[in-house]
């Protein structure tokens, strides 16, 4: 808790390399940046892991009604869209709540309109959904663009960006996120009368890019080839800084583990910490990981994935029984996969928002139950920085790919009190960061990573369907 090099060393992702999106020049920078920061702290084995990663180019953009009267709109286009025609799209705009809505409103009432999204605030697995899959879906019905409102639940005209997913055998419209104003604005005239959006976006992709995973560790003294493995994902959306997003996630990792060494703990397990590649839209350097890992896969007794903000911590969260739902954007694809809109949105509500599940202890078997209470004894020594609880659920994205084939999946827990007001926007940036909360997070993932590496024992982890991509 003493710690200002972690804090110094994010302040230097943030304000000097900044944002860093797939494909972009300033992810290649950052790429070298910590691959050298790794080497200069001591780590082993330090490289990176390359991995092709997509090149998608946001270019000039703007919206605005034209009728009933002229306004400019607070917009940002969703990562992977297609573009407008250079004159852009002028067209009417139909207003539909929700995915549910959609499916019950006929095609001729949708062709040739712009359709606008204003599902509420319900937590974020509800709202990206219809970022995620609802401009596919309304392209379907003849939509010949989506705004949608914005994931979060501040209201501050701020507009937040995030990738979509064309779903396969369905038209390519062009995309774009307004803010929670200008979402309920369009709701309100909508029900007026007539109204007129133009939207033009020149976004476009280019060839795809060379890229990778930052890989250093802290080998065992006894079961090097045993891996506790733990990271975030270093690119970002090409707005704000990444600071919470997840620039903050992969500098507690890399700073625990530095601490580790830096005290001359040598830990049974190998402490690897990765820096994760094209999380935000594509996952490829999850991907990337498992393939080269092959069969040693098995080797991976546990992994900690750092992406949800360093807002104070309030403990850790561990998947301990099988068969539970996908989490992060996994579980998002194949919700929107589901040929039935209200069963996706039911199964997105059904992640509850960030909200923690309560667990039944009666169905977990022999081997859950040790793990789980392994769990809650690692969470309780973090009792001093009051992140001693334990939830039954945790993971994360870039992980996904090796906890389907049976690694156990943990993360830090925090209050998230304003992770989604800054999430995907311009106001991602490092002053958001608490260096007192970030080096509570540093200080949980410190102890549990350590301890995982050191114990005589093993977390149980559960098989599963690979992540749809």
């Known amino acids: 808790m003493k710690d200002t090099e972690g804090y110094e060393t994010l302040a230097y992702l943030t304000d000097h390399i900044g944002k860093r999106l797939s494909g972009s020049d300033s992810l290649l920078k950052a790429l070298s940046w910590g691959e050298e920061t790794m080497k ?148 309100r005239l909508a029900k007026e009368g007539p109204v007129q959006v133009h939207l033009k976006m020149e976004a476009h992709m280019e060839a795809d890019q060379k890229a990778g995973n930052v890989v250093g560790e802290i080998p065992g003294s006894e079961h090097p080839e045993q891996v506790v493995v733990l990271g975030g994902h270093i690119d970002s959306w090409d707005v704000g800084q990444g600071a919470m997003d997840d620039g903050g996630g992969i500098i507690s990792c890399f700073e625990a583990v530095n601490l580790i060494h830096k005290l001359g703990l040598k830990p049974k397990r190998t402490i690897r910490v990765v820096f994760w590649v094209n999380e935000e839209n594509g996952g490829a350097g999850g991907r990337a990981y498992r393939d080269a890992l092959g069969d040693k896969v098995k080797n991976h007794v546990a992994a900690i994935e750092s992406d949800g903000g360093v807002e104070r911590p309030v403990g850790i969260g561990y998947t301990v029984m099988g068969g539970g739902p996908a989490s992060g954007s996994a579980a998002r694809r194949q919700a929107g996969a589901s040929a039935n809109p209200a069963a996706a949105m039911a199964a997105m509500a059904a992640m509850g928002g960030g909200a923690q599940r309560a667990l039944d202890e009666s169905k977990l078997t022999p081997e859950e139950k040790k793990s789980w209470d392994t769990i809650k004894q690692i969470a309780s020594l973090l009792q001093p920085i009051g992140a001693d609880s334990a939830s039954p ?77």
Not at 414 to 428: I, K, L, N, R, S
Request: aromatic fraction near 6%; hydrophobic fraction near 40%; proline fraction near 8%.
């Open 393 to 469: 659920a945790g993971g994360g994205s870039d992980i996904g790919p090796i906890v389907a084939a049976g690694v156990p999946s943990l993360s830090p827990r925090t209050v998230g009190e304003h992770y989604f007001d800054w999430h995907h926007t311009e106001a991602d940036t490092l002053d958001k960061v608490d260096p007192e909360d970030f080096r509570k997070n540093i200080a949980l993932l410190g102890v549990l990573s350590y301890v995982l590496a050191d114990m005589d024992g093993q977390l149980v982890g559960h098989t599963s369907a690979a992540p749809v991509e």
């Open 40 to 187: 200069k702290a001591g780590f082993q084995n330090v490289s990176i892991q390359e991995a092709k990663v997509p090149h998608w180019v946001r270019g000039q953009e703007e919206a605005s009604i034209v009728a009933p009267f002229s306004k400019p709109l607070h917009m940002l286009g969703l990562g992977m869209s297609v573009g407008t025609p250079t004159e852009g799209i002028t067209a009417p705009v139909i207003f539909i709540p929700d995915l549910a809505a959609l499916a019950n409103t006929p095609e001729d009432q949708i062709k040739g309109k712009i359709v606008v999204f204003n599902p509420g605030w319900h937590g974020y697995g509800l709202g990206s959904i219809h970022r995620t899959t609802g401009p596919s879906r309304a392209a379907a019905k003849g939509a010949v663009a989506v705004l949608v409102r914005s994931a979060t639940g501040l209201a501050m005209q701020t507009p937040h960006t995030g990738t979509l997913t064309y779903l396969p055998d369905m038209p390519k419209v062009p995309a774009a996120a307004i803010t929670v104003e200008d979402a309920l604005l369009l709701e």
